[in-house]
């Protein structure tokens, strides 16, 4: 409530009254649905300095004057919108300032935002009509503004492309590497591959496929996650046995954690396959069961093991 005290604040909303009222702020604080969207206090250390949430794909961030002009309000927003992204299967996200609010108009193109026009709102705070800038963010505009890049001390992990599909279809069509995974044959044909790609580009949401690429920007494998929170990995056998492996996944798992909210990862692999059992136990992966798991390389289903990793136990190694 002291925050909608400001007149500075409350100006630039158009639905808050002012002075404020503490039946609105309870009416405000229960208003929001489940999986409609998320609302939040900003803190800047112990202090509170403002709230800031998405409303239905809408950006809206309040902060206390005395914060204003210190980055506080670009690294909020792009936090919520990378958020929303991730949460939510929103193809847009939209935010409206008033046109006598400069300050938020900057934010927003920082954020990447593009203003597609003007409407004119009512201001409960002003009493008046008020004219809007009305801003738009596509999900595809935010990951060609945001891709994924992991640096570890040997590897990097990023987004693959047509350039990479041969590499892929040779390293993961390996007869080696091939029966430890689902999708690869020996040898995996380019265009299984390509398509194999394209499916997995990451879309800020999980189920998605980074590449592993040595520090010289030779392509080395494949890391992802998908919609079931479940890993996969591959390295060309000439990287096995040296650390690689556990590197990426780490890299790749703390990265995964902090993007989305989700509490446990899943793996599992060959019985076949020690060294992937190793790599698991490194990073916290903790023996869930056996189960039984098909390749496209093997000629009937083999047994897997099943492992788990809850957030906790990535951050205690």
């Not at 400001?6 to 009416?27: A, H, L, M, Y």
């Amino acid at each position: 409530m002291a925050l909608m005290s400001f007149w500075e604040v409350s100006k630039n909303t158009g639905t808050w009254i002012f002075p404020p009222d503490r039946d609105q702020v309870i009416e405000r604080m229960q208003k929001l649905q489940a999986g409609k969207g998320f609302a939040g206090c900003i803190f800047a250390g112990n202090e509170f300095i403002g709230t800031g949430g998405l409303n239905e794909a809408t950006l809206w961030y309040l902060l206390r004057p005395d914060h204003w002009a210190k980055g506080y309000a670009s690294e909020v927003a792009k936090a919520l919108i990378a958020y929303g992204f991730q949460r939510y299967a929103w193809d847009v996200i939209y935010a409206g300032v008033w046109d006598d609010n400069p300050a938020s108009r900057s934010v927003l193109a920082k954020c990447g935002m593009k203003q597609l026009g003007t409407a004119r709102y009512w201001s409960r705070a002003r009493s008046a009509p008020v004219t809007s800038c009305e801003h738009v963010l596509t999900r595809r505009e935010w990951l060609l503004n945001n891709p994924i890049m992991i640096d570890t001390p040997r590897v990097i992990l990023r987004g693959l492309n047509a350039d990479h599909v041969t590499d892929i279809a040779r390293i993961g069509g390996d007869q080696k590497v091939a029966p430890m995974i689902m999708r690869a044959t020996v040898p995996w044909p380019v265009h299984d591959a390509a398509a194999w790609i394209e499916a997995s580009a990451y879309n800020g949401q999980l189920g998605y496929r980074l590449g592993i690429f040595k520090t010289d920007g030779q392509l080395i494998g494949c890391i992802g996650v998908g919609p079931d929170k479940s890993l996969m990995y591959f390295l060309g056998p000439a990287y096995w046995g040296q650390g690689y492996a556990t590197e990426a996944v780490r890299a790749f798992l703390k990265d995964c954690f902090c993007r989305f909210d989700r509490e446990e990862v899943i793996a599992d692999h060959f019985h076949d396959n020690p060294a992937s059992c190793r790599v698991l136990r490194k990073v916290g992966f903790e023996y869930t069961g056996r189960a039984l798991g098909q390749s496209a390389a093997r000629e009937k289903k083999e047994e897997v093991f099943e492992y788990s990793l809850s957030r906790a136990a990535l951050c205690a190694f």
